[in-house]
T-cell receptor
Framework: GAGVSQSPSNKVTEKGKDVELRCDPI?????LYWYRQSLGQGLEFLIY????????KSGLPSDRFSAERTGGSVSTLTIQRTQQEDSAVYLC??????????????FGPGTRLTVL | KQEVTQIPAALSVPEGENLVLNCSFT??????LQWFRQDPGKGLTSLLL?????REQTSGRLNASLDKSSGRSTLYIAASQPGDSATYLC???????????FGQGTRLTINP
């Protein structure tokens, strides 16, 4: 597609359930990022992928959070045993490795997660 | 630890005015700086990217400047329009890292 896409756009779940959020980056972009945007914390980095590997996972808030990327394209962010404080908008971004791109990051529309 | 601050948090001006949004960062060792726009309930739209070696970038009515030594960037919007109403976010990419560090944003309202 022309831009970064994310699904679902909205997810409501009960506390304790597991959720999976999906990101489709811009075609050909080798780098993929997950961020979280919440009212109290602003926009925070979660994890960065280069191809299928994740050299920077420093932003994952707990071991309940994990992510994977397959085929150098689609990524899934999984939150296990969701808590109310996980409620936020989860944003995905991708960037090209081409020098001319200066690693400009392009964002998807986000997934709004609500944990009841 | 890199910290990014945006002032003011909110700004309301009448249509047609020129305005400046401010962004400051604590660590001057940056790779680039991006300005984004976010409409309510939407994702981020990249407006301008300034490389650390550059002083400014322009796109239409938008002009972004960068003073790396003082840790400051400004986004200048000329002849503001109601459609410019949105939250504007500044983010820096630190050298040696891939993540962006974001400010809290400036919520801009342009009144017709």
């Amino acid at each position: 597609g022309a831009g970064v896409s994310q699904s679902p756009s909205n997810k409501v779940t009960e506390k304790g359930k597991d959720v999976e959020l999906r990101c489709d980056p811009i075609s050909g972009h080798t780098a993929l990022y997950w961020y979280r945007q919440s009212l109290g914390q602003g926009l925070e980095f979660l994890i960065y992928f280069q191809g299928n590997s994740a050299p920077d996972k420093s932003g994952l808030p707990s071991d309940r959070f994990s992510a994977e990327r397959t085929g150098g394209s689609v990524s899934t962010l999984t939150i296990q045993r969701t808590q109310q404080e996980d409620s936020a908008v989860y944003l995905c971004a991708s960037s090209s490795d081409r020098a001319s791109s200066y690693n400009e990051q392009f964002f998807g529309p986000g997934t709004r997660l609500t944990v009841l | 630890k890199q910290e990014v601050t945006q002032i003011p948090a909110a700004l309301s001006v009448p249509e047609g005015e020129n305005l400046v949004l401010n962004c400051s960062f604590t660590d001057s060792a940056i790779y680039n700086l991006q300005w984004f726009r976010q409409d309510p309930g939407k994702g981020l739209t990249s407006l301008l990217l300034i490389q650390s070696s550059q002083r400014e970038q322009t796109s239409g009515r938008l002009n972004a400047s960068l003073d790396k030594s003082s840790g400051r960037s400004t986004l200048y919007i000329a002849a503001s329009q109601p459609g410019d109403s949105a939250t504007y976010l500044c983010a820096v990419k630190v050298q040696g890292a891939q993540k962006l560090v974001f400010g809290q944003g400036t919520r801009l309202t342009i009144n017709p």
